[in-house]
């Protein structure tokens, strides 16, 4: 086998919740979208056609995609989720051995994805307030270093970087250094400090953005997520395209959840109201939290973490453990939400301060 997998971890998978006799499980271990597809997408699926090919380009879905953004068809790049569009990018970027800097905690896809593709991972711990070092990121660029992974916001911590320090930090990357924003959570960005990546990308040549279907648009079954990238760098990701990855039926629902946009938009603005509700019932009870600008919060349990995911699952919810460093929940139906406020506050009273 070839040397360099040797160190590649193993993704761990938010588990489905545990079923409890007479008691609703829920899975908060993953930020999917607890609704169920809107039927609008499902009508738009063309099963019919499944005999075919897809489009290698998924055109259609570029095409709608430059009209969003006004930007042209091939500033987009699409694949099987951001994850697939992430593995493409490294591969149009890192030779053997180059360097991929990302934060660290932060998704775990990353140092998979770099060394499945005989890229290098270098990680660079997180602040105590649990946001990007870009000072110690910018400190660890190497003579290999070709790609830059921001987490924005980060998972598993919630917090995005301030429009201020991003440019901050981007003026000090060498211009052949590709910048990647990955905004799986984009649509859960509500701190008006926080950068508008478009307005990056069109001041800086190396940026480019990931973004995904799988979140805000709840189609995580269906994989596709896309690249906006300039022209050099988006045509270098779609020559790395998995042949025909993207079925037609998950283009299809891309195009459907993009024309009904607004309706899944307001069940956007529901799990806001709901990470609020959360995040201020944990902050009454003396939990302190990261700031989140995602669709799930952390919690920091040293030494605690086995042992409130072993509570969770006893009151049927699965959460997502870090080691014994901390759980991730996602804001999921309302009745998890409030399942998981009660059991913050039983644990808290209990074990008290972390
Ligand atoms: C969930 C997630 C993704 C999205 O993955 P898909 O492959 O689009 O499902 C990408 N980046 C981060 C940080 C994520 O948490």
Same mark, same amino acid.
């Given at each position: 086998?070839?040397?360099?997998?040797? %160190?590649?971890?193993? *993704?761990?998978? &938010?588990?489905?919740?545990?079923?409890?006799?007479?008691?609703?499980?829920?899975?908060?271990?993953?930020?999917? %979208?607890?609704?169920?597809?809107?039927? #609008?997408?499902?009508?738009?699926?063309?099963?019919?056609? +499944?005999?075919?090919?897809?489009?290698?380009? %998924?055109?259609?879905?570029?095409?709608?995609?430059?009209?969003?953004?006004?930007?042209?068809?091939?500033?987009?790049?699409?694949?099987?989720?951001?994850? &697939?569009?992430?593995?493409?990018?490294?591969?149009?970027?890192?030779?053997?051995?180059?360097? /991929?800097?990302?934060?660290?905690?932060?998704?775990?896809?990353?140092? +998979?994805?770099?060394?499945?593709?005989?890229?290098?991972?270098?990680?660079?711990?997180?602040?105590?307030?649990? =946001? @990007? $070092?870009?000072?110690?990121?910018?400190?660890? !660029? =190497?003579?290999?270093?070709?790609?830059?992974?921001?987490?924005?916001? $980060? $998972?598993?911590?919630?917090?995005?970087?301030?429009?201020?320090?991003?440019?901050?930090?981007?003026?000090?990357?060498?211009?052949? /250094?590709?910048?990647?924003?990955?905004?799986? *959570?984009?649509?859960?960005?509500?701190?008006?400090? +926080?950068?508008?990546?478009?307005?990056?990308?069109?001041? *800086?040549?190396?940026?480019?953005?990931?973004? =995904?279907?799988?979140?805000?648009?709840?189609?995580?079954?269906?994989?596709?997520?896309?690249?906006?990238? @300039?022209? #050099?760098?988006?045509?270098?990701?779609?020559?790395?395209?998995?042949?025909?990855?993207? =079925?037609? !039926?998950?283009?299809?629902?891309?195009?459907?959840?993009?024309?009904?946009?607004?309706?899944?938009?307001?069940?956007?603005?529901?799990?806001?109201?709901?990470?609020?509700?959360?995040?201020?019932?944990?902050?009454?009870?003396?939990?302190?939290?990261?700031?989140?600008?995602?669709?799930?919060?952390?919690?920091?349990?040293?030494?605690?973490?086995?042992?409130?995911?072993?509570?969770?699952?006893?009151?049927?919810?699965?959460?997502?453990? *870090?080691? #014994?460093?901390?759980?991730?929940?996602?804001?999921?139906?309302?009745?998890? %939400?409030?399942?998981?406020?009660?059991?913050?506050?039983?644990?808290?009273?209990?074990?008290?301060?972390?």
């Amino acid at each position: 086998m070839r040397r360099s997998l040797e %160190n590649v971890p193993a *993704y761990l998978a &938010g588990k489905p919740a545990a079923a409890l006799p007479g008691v609703e499980s829920f899975k908060v271990s993953s930020n999917e %979208n607890p609704y169920s597809p809107l039927p #609008e997408v499902l009508d738009a699926l063309s099963f019919s056609q +499944i005999n075919r090919y897809p489009d290698f380009s %998924n055109a259609r879905l570029r095409d709608l995609l430059a009209a969003k953004y006004h930007l042209v068809t091939d500033n987009f790049a699409t694949g099987t989720g951001s994850v &697939g569009v992430l593995q493409q990018i490294v591969q149009a970027t890192c030779n053997f051995e180059d360097e /991929i800097l990302h934060a660290w905690r932060s998704f775990e896809a990353y140092p +998979i994805v770099a060394a499945v593709n005989g890229a290098v991972s270098v990680p660079v711990s997180l602040r105590g307030d649990e =946001s @990007h $070092n870009l000072d110690a990121m910018v400190a660890a !660029i =190497s003579p290999r270093t070709q790609l830059i992974l921001i987490c924005q916001p $980060n $998972n598993p911590t919630g917090v995005a970087a301030k429009r201020d320090e991003l440019v901050h930090f981007l003026d000090r990357v060498p211009a052949h /250094i590709t910048v990647v924003i990955d905004e799986a *959570y984009v649509e859960f960005i509500t701190d008006t400090r +926080i950068a508008d990546s478009l307005d990056l990308f069109h001041r *800086y040549k190396n940026v480019a953005i990931l973004r =995904s279907f799988s979140k805000a648009y709840g189609l995580a079954g269906l994989r596709v997520g896309y690249a906006i990238a @300039h022209l #050099e760098l988006a045509e270098a990701i779609r020559k790395c395209t998995l042949p025909f990855g993207v =079925s037609t !039926i998950a283009e299809d629902a891309a195009i459907a959840a993009l024309k009904h946009e607004d309706k899944l938009m307001v069940r956007v603005a529901h799990l806001l109201e709901e990470r609020t509700r959360v995040s201020e019932a944990l902050t009454s009870q003396g939990w302190k939290l990261s700031d989140s600008q995602a669709n799930f919060v952390w919690m920091r349990l040293p030494g605690k973490t086995e042992l409130f995911t072993q509570s969770a699952a006893e009151v049927g919810l699965s959460v997502r453990p *870090y080691g #014994e460093e901390g759980v991730r929940v996602t804001i999921g139906e309302d009745e998890a %939400n409030t399942r998981f406020i009660e059991l913050a506050s039983r644990f808290f009273t209990e074990f008290g301060q972390f």
